[in-house]
């Protein structure tokens, strides 16, 4: 019988870098912003099932704004824009940026400079959203988790993007979608709504920004958070990264490949996250059908050498 070795640090228990925290109208607002869509989301079950308080149109626009703006994440935001894992022109630079911005995670250069932050000190005090930032017991990891899942976001004033992310702050287009991001918010709201209206008037308008709208938010948000503190805690480990990242594969389908974050975090500039045999990665698939047609170019696929250099080594 062998056993592994992994070669990360155990994670520091001072808190976070201490910033300026955002104001009470900031955070209440916040707040409002967590909390709707959550309740919303608790409420869908019940909805769907005992009333039957859905359609198929509903449904339709859910999960394709749902797909959008978490592949518009995945591929844009993350990928792209924060890893540099292919190269793309200005028009499908601007297309992910604002796909990326249907998700309503924020505007691009701050997410991209939070992004790259956490890269820099993953799982160390430094580190924005890290659920070990407290401490290893259960009492620590149950209040890190929180912190990393959402309640940084409340305690966290934002890092300096004119250090972490002077490229994108040099490329105007992404400059202007950033600011356009509240309208784009919008308009993710809206376009449901007027659709909903046409099909089935206002009831048909309210159950559309109730599922397109308020679900269909909380379900990407939770999503993406749960890749910050579920994969920071639990998963395997087959690769060698300097954190506590770790495999998910359960969450693949919703996850679009960002779920394999042992492997992210083991070589973050690769355009495929999901790299063993059954790991669905559909980011991947969809770089890959861009390159295929030329939209995207100069690629960073992980080699099998690569692969199998960053597997964790048994022990002799």
Same mark, same amino acid.
């Given at each position: 019988?062998?056993?592994?070795?992994?070669?990360?640090?155990?994670?520091s228990?001072?808190?976070?870098?201490?910033?300026?925290?955002?104001?009470?109208?900031?955070?209440?607002?916040?707040?409002?912003?967590?909390?709707?869509? +959550?309740?919303? &989301? #608790?409420?869908? =079950?019940?909805? !769907? /099932?005992?009333i039957?308080?859905?359609?198929?149109? @509903?449904?339709?626009?859910?999960?394709?704004l749902y797909?959008?703006?978490?592949?518009?994440?995945?591929?844009g935001?993350?990928?792209?824009?924060?890893?540099?894992?292919f190269?793309?022109?200005?028009?499908?630079?601007?297309?992910?940026?604002?796909?990326?911005?249907?998700?309503?995670?924020?505007?691009?250069?701050?997410?991209?400079?939070?992004?790259?932050?956490?890269?820099?000190?993953?799982?160390?005090?430094?580190?924005?959203?890290?659920?070990?930032?407290?401490?290893?017991?259960v009492?620590?990891?149950?209040?890190?988790?929180?912190?990393a899942?959402?309640?940084?976001?409340?305690?966290?004033?934002?890092?300096?993007?004119?250090?972490?992310?002077?490229?994108?702050?040099?490329?105007?287009?992404?400059?202007?979608?950033?600011? +356009?991001?509240? &309208? #784009?918010?919008? =308009?993710t709201? !809206? /376009?449901?709504?007027?659709?909903g209206f046409?099909? @089935?008037?206002?009831?048909?308008?309210?159950?559309?920004?109730?599922?397109?709208?308020?679900?269909?938010?909380?379900?990407?948000?939770?999503?993406?958070?749960?890749?910050?503190?579920?994969?920071?805690?639990?998963?395997?480990?087959?690769?060698?990264?300097?954190?506590?990242?770790?495999?998910?594969g359960?969450i693949?389908?919703?996850?679009?490949g960002?779920?394999?974050?042992?492997?992210?975090?083991?070589?973050?500039?690769?355009?495929?996250?999901?790299?063993?045999?059954?790991?669905?990665?559909?980011?991947?698939r969809?770089?890959?059908?861009?390159?295929?047609?030329?939209l995207?170019?100069?690629?960073?696929?992980?080699?099998?050498?690569?692969?199998?250099?960053l597997?964790?080594?048994?022990?002799?």
């Amino acid at each position: 019988m062998t056993t592994t070795i992994e070669t990360r640090p155990e994670p520091s228990a001072a808190p976070v870098e201490p910033m300026n925290r955002p104001g009470w109208l900031a955070n209440t607002i916040l707040a409002v912003f967590v909390a709707v869509p +959550l309740a919303a &989301l #608790i409420g869908a =079950i019940p909805l !769907a /099932v005992i009333i039957g308080w859905v359609s198929i149109v @509903d449904i339709i626009m859910m999960v394709a704004l749902y797909y959008i703006g978490v592949h518009g994440i995945t591929i844009g935001y993350h990928r792209l824009f924060t890893h540099n894992a292919f190269k793309a022109g200005p028009f499908m630079r601007s297309f992910l940026a604002v796909a990326g911005s249907v998700a309503v995670e924020g505007r691009v250069v701050d997410w991209v400079a939070d992004h790259r932050k956490h890269h820099q000190f993953s799982d160390q005090p430094r580190d924005p959203h890290s659920p070990w930032v407290y401490g290893t017991g259960v009492r620590h990891l149950i209040r890190g988790f929180l912190h990393a899942h959402v309640g940084w976001l409340f305690t966290y004033s934002g890092t300096d993007a004119s250090k972490y992310a002077p490229d994108l702050i040099a490329d105007r287009s992404l400059v202007r979608i950033s600011r +356009l991001w509240p &309208l #784009i918010a919008v =308009i993710t709201f !809206a /376009v449901p709504v007027i659709i909903g209206f046409a099909f @089935d008037g206002w009831w048909g308008a309210l159950r559309a920004f109730f599922w397109a709208g308020l679900v269909r938010v909380a379900l990407v948000h939770h999503m993406t958070w749960s890749i910050n503190s579920i994969t920071h805690i639990f998963g395997k480990k087959p690769f060698a990264s300097r954190d506590k990242s770790g495999n998910i594969g359960w969450i693949a389908v919703v996850g679009c490949g960002e779920n394999y974050h042992n492997y992210h975090h083991a070589d973050p500039s690769s355009a495929r996250h999901g790299v063993l045999r059954g790991q669905l990665d559909s980011s991947a698939r969809i770089i890959r059908m861009l390159e295929g047609v030329g939209l995207v170019t100069d690629v960073k696929w992980p080699s099998k050498a690569r692969i199998d250099k960053l597997r964790v080594k048994p022990a002799n």
